[in-house]
Nanobody, 125 residues
Framework: QVQLVESGGGLVQAGGSLRVSCAASGRTFSNYAMGWFRQAPGREREFVARISRSGGSTYYADSVKGRFTISRDNAKNTVYLQMNSLKPEDTAVYYC??????????????????WGQGTQVTVSS
């Protein structure tokens, strides 16, 4: 089992920045690739970013590429999502997730084994 706890969400104005964190406990953190997803009201959960076990590879949704940065600190069992140039359409609950294996469709929620409870990010216009 891996327990994931997100933090750092909040209210920010459009154009602002926010960093959300996800602390992991349980099994060896560095054995898992980590992802961030988000879900807005009335919409399906969507992929935001993913980082490999070592942190050497990252992947982003087109909608956040160039604005968001995913990173991880394996010594602290934590993954981060730095969000810059935020837009109102970025408003959602943000979830982190852990994946034991790599699949080419890494952007699908079913490829992740463990999930956090989410943290709300609200961007005002």
């Amino acid at each position: 089992q891996v327990q994931l706890v997100e933090s750092g969400g909040g209210l920010v104005q459009a154009g602002g920045s926010l960093r959300v964190s996800c602390a992991a406990s349980g099994r060896t953190f560095s054995n898992y690739a980590m992802g961030w997803f988000r879900q807005a009201p009335g919409r399906e959960r969507e992929f935001v970013a993913r980082i490999s076990r070592s942190g050497g590879s990252t992947y982003y949704a087109d909608s956040v590429k160039g604005r968001f940065t995913i990173s991880r600190d394996n010594a602290k069992n934590t993954v981060y999502l730095q969000m810059n140039s935020l837009k109102p359409e970025d408003t959602a609950v943000y979830y982190c997730a852990a994946a034991l294996l790599y699949y080419s469709d890494y952007y699908e929620t079913r490829r992740y084994n463990y999930w956090g409870q989410g943290t709300q990010v609200t961007v005002s216009s």
